[in-house]
């Protein structure tokens, strides 16, 4: 088919006036002004009017299964008194419960315009169940911990690594996700990478992400030190410098890791993540539920480390008046436009698209409409709006007006 569209947005390159792009199968084939596409009469013709056509959004972290905390945990003093809170909440529910929130979650993405998303699955036997309730695809990462239960790391990736392996979807596909340095034990971290770089996996972690967690692991003292002291955590670990060269020692950081969060470093920690080629998932509205210190996109990505956007949980988002939120790329995206004047709305959309897919390992396959990549597109509404097809885009609210992915409508455009 020939998708005819106002404005198409390829990412990759300019955006196309009266642009088309030609669907076969799966695959784009061409991408380019309708009057170079329009000879190829033979093809169906699907003209989507004033639209822009623009790759499917990449959510690179997410945490579906708690959607329906929405509203439910005030942003907390800091981000250790945030931790019983959500473990309260975690245990109280069924699992019909994280069921229901999971695919409310699923549903929120592809209605605003998520057509790949990162998730951390809690409980992983929501699988492949979930997956087959959605046309999205999805990478679950399984979550691992094991402080508190006091497992041995070795029968935890065994039993992550059964569950991966009892699991098969042309779609969707399962990896590993070591919790965070503060919850997991070092020897499950080294296990854990080298399971991922044997299976060439990507892996999946929460690091540097508050300041009591850079304090425990820089300085061997602090709030989130001492409630893990308390609760018999061996934190020998500590006091051996900053959360990113604590996994840099148990060889965690390379090209495959995807590190969630980084919001605190010390001298030096750029540069490790950039010469490692980390992808760093920054995730504007949880950042901003904390009171983060800002963002140091800039600083990374100069290291040469990757940068997109996740939408992280609804459990760690303010609400908007009486109104709780929704998982929302389009959201992220103005968060970071508001609090960070010195990136534009092309590089945002970037973090969003291109930058995600290189993130999950799927550079070249979507994030982008170019020939040769998996048919992942969304439309969004351009009449009336400014001509800047990049402003119009981050100034988008609500749904989308068609999706498709893998060469499937999600969401049929309508007429």
């Known amino acids: 088919m020939i998708l005819r569209a106002r404005t198409i947005l390829p990412v990759s390159q300019p955006p196309i006036e009266n642009g088309a792009v030609l669907i076969a199968g799966n695959r784009i084939r061409a991408v380019g002004p309708w009057k170079d596409l329009a000879a190829d009469t033979g093809e169906k013709v699907i003209d989507l009017g004033e639209v822009i056509l623009l790759p499917g959004l990449v959510n690179a972290h997410c945490h579906l299964d708690y959607t329906d905390m929405a509203g439910q945990l005030p942003p907390p003093k800091t981000f250790t008194d945030w931790i019983p809170l959500i473990t309260a ?209 800039e600083r990374l990505a100069n290291a040469g480390a990757n940068i997109c956007l996740g939408t992280d949980s609804l459990a760690t988002m303010r609400k908007v008046g009486k109104q709780n939120p929704e998982l929302n790329l389009f959201e992220e995206m103005r968060q970071l436009a508001d609090a960070d004047l010195a990136i534009s709305p092309a590089e945002i959309l970037r973090l969003a698209t291109v930058n995600g897919a290189r993130a999950l390992g799927l550079a070249g396959k979507v994030g982008e409409l170019t020939p040769g990549t998996t048919a992942d597109l969304i439309a969004i509404p351009a009449a009336g709006h400014s001509h800047d097809a990049y402003e119009t885009v981050l100034d988008h609210k609500g749904s989308v007006s068609a999706s498709m992915i893998d060469g499937r409508w999600a969401i049929p455009p309508i007429g």
């Not at 209605?111 to 087959?132: F, R, Y």
């Not at 979807?169 to 971290?189: E, F, V």
């Not at 390379?254 to 605190?264: C, D, F, K, M, Q």
Request: hydrophobic share 40%; glycine share 4%; proline share 5%.
């Open 89 to 297: 909440a975690k245990t109280a529910w069924s699992y019909s419960e994280y069921a229901h929130s999971w695919l409310h979650g699923a549903h929120m993405l592809l209605k605003t315009g998520t057509t790949t998303v990162a998730d951390i699955e809690a409980m992983p036997d929501l699988l492949p169940e979930a997956w087959e309730a959605t046309p999205l695809r999805v990478y679950s990462f399984l979550e691992m911990t094991g402080i508190r239960s006091k497992r041995d790391p070795k029968e935890i990736l065994r039993e992550a690594l059964a569950k991966i392996d009892s699991l098969a979807d042309a779609r969707c596909a399962a990896m590993l996700s070591p919790h965070a340095p503060y919850s997991t034990l070092p020897q499950l971290l080294r296990l854990s990478a080298g399971a991922a770089r044997k299976r060439k996996w990507r892996i999946c972690t929460h690091i540097a992400e508050s300041a009591e967690e850079f304090e425990m692991f820089r300085h061997a003292r602090g709030k989130m030190f001492d409630w893990l002291k308390r609760n018999e955590r061996d934190n020998s670990d500590c006091g051996l410098g900053s959360p990113v060269q604590h996994y840099a020692r148990h060889k965690m950081l390379g090209e495959n890791l995807i590190a969630v969060h980084v919001n605190y470093l010390a001298r030096g920690d750029a540069t490790l993540l950039g010469k490692h080629r980390v992808n760093v998932v920054h995730c504007p509205r949880s950042h901003a539920y904390f009171r983060h210190t800002p963002f140091l996109r």
